[in-house]
């Protein structure tokens, strides 16, 4: 049973950062086999895709993050992160971390920001 969990998420003021952390079990070598995304889901809205990690570390993002996130990972951890920086208010939402060739979902980790 594969389990992603999903932490780091809190209140950040415009223009702050956080960095989201993804800690998988029950895996294997899941990261290192498999590409990761974030994706988030703000109030209202759909679900929308963030960033992207191939599993040879290749990396994409949506065209809002211009250039103020970046996505990580270690294989040997089983681990995935995103840096998020000049943080926005229109960036509040749950962040959810994925493998998405195999349907896999965290529960979410939520990101406000506000002053």
């Known amino acids: 049973q594969v389990q992603l969990v999903e932490s780091g998420g809190g209140l950040v003021q415009p223009g702050g950062s956080l960095k989201l952390s993804c800690a998988a079990s029950?895996?294997?070598?899941?990261?290192?086999?498999?590409?990761l995304a974030w994706y988030r889901q703000a109030p209202g809205q759909q679900r929308e895709w963030v960033a992207r990690?191939?599993?040879?570390?290749?990396?994409t993002y949506g065209d809002f993050v211009k250039g103020r996130f970046a996505i990580s990972k270690d294989n040997a951890k089983n681990m995935m992160y995103l840096q998020m920086n000049s943080l926005k208010p229109e960036d509040t939402a749950v962040y959810y971390c994925?493998?998405?060739?195999?349907?896999?979902w965290g529960q979410g980790t939520q990101v406000t920001v506000s002053s």
């Open positions: 990690i191939s599993n040879i570390g290749d990396t």
């Open positions: 029950g895996t294997g070598s899941i990261f290192s086999r498999y590409a």
């Open positions: 994925s493998v998405p060739g195999r349907g896999y």
